[in-house]
């Protein structure tokens, strides 16, 4: 297929969508009662299942969820529309415009020579975006899970140059933090500062797992579902041999933990 029969499809598929909402905002009671905070939790939840498929490189999925999602910007659009507060057309055009100018090196006479230059030129440009007014991390949402915001925060001052010369200094850091961690632990025994120096250690981890090229989210949910996995597998064993984990020993219930690892 050529590009610009490609083109054409993916806009005739474009407007059969925007008819099909248009139909269901007209038709159906269930989507003309909806508003943008009914629909937000369901945007939320299709998120999370998109995220999941690409976990599970579930292609099938993926492609069902990008679709969910695609429904739901069409339909705050129309919702919007019917407001008169902009429609699709405004969505894609601001995108569109966004793009190119955050692309320099793509339209105009800017010079790049890694994606580092580019995150730098983008979050540079954002701030231009404001006259100057916009500050470096107002762009990280307030909303965001904790290890999500650390890594984007991280991210955001890297882009400004606030960033280690090398990525190994992180592990002196690393240590530092686990040091205090320790010693809050051992000596003050104080909840407050053990849970201040537990986010100053969980921080400094994030950063070591950015520099070396490691999303904390994805990482921590890869151990989740091993766990998960290992831990299904060890009750599973115990039942067989009609047994139950409140009465086993930790040694027995580890030398099955140990079986579950071959099928990691």
């Known amino acids: 297929m050529n590009e610009g029969d490609r083109k ?11 008819g ?13 009662e909806q508003t943008f905070e009914s629909i937000r939790p369901l945007t939320i939840e299709e998120t999370y299942e998109l995220s999941e498929g690409i976990l599970e490189k579930d292609y099938n999925l993926i492609r069902k969820e990008l679709g969910d999602l695609l429904l739901h910007i ?5 919702i919007a529309e019917e407001d008169n507060r902009f429609d699709i057309v405004d969505v894609i055009n601001s995108l569109c415009d966004k793009l190119i100018y955050r692309h320099p090196h793509i339209y105009g006479n800017v010079k790049v020579n890694d994606a580092s230059q580019v995150v730098e030129n983008w979050e540079q440009l954002k701030i231009k975006e404001k006259d100057g007014n916009k500050t470096v991390l107002s762009g990280v949402p307030t909303a965001l899970p904790a290890l999500i915001k650390a890594n984007r925060i991280q991210e955001k001052v890297r882009a400004v140059g606030f960033d280690w010369d090398e990525r190994s200094q992180v592990w002196d850091k690393v240590q530092e933090e686990l040091n205090e961690l320790r010693h809050e632990v ?15 250690l969980l921080f400094s981890v994030v950063n070591a797992a950015r520099l070396y090229g490691v999303d904390p989210e994805t990482a921590l949910e890869r151990t989740n579902r091993k766990f998960m996995k290992r831990f299904a597998y060890l009750e599973q064993q115990t039942i067989q041999m009609g047994r139950s984990l409140k009465d086993m020993t930790l040694d027995e219930m ?3 933990w140990e079986e579950a690892k071959r099928f990691d």
Not at 20 to 32: E, G, N, S, T, Y
């Open 20 to 32: 099909i909402m248009d139909d269901l905002r007209a038709k159906c009671p269930w989507d003309r």
């Open 8 to 18: 054409q499809l993916a806009s005739e598929a474009f407007q059969r969508l925007i």
């Open 254 to 256: 580890n030398e099955i």
């Open 186 to 200: 051992e000596v003050t025994n104080s909840t407050d500062d053990i849970e201040k120096e537990f986010g100053d």
């Open 74 to 78: 069409v339909f705050y659009s129309k």
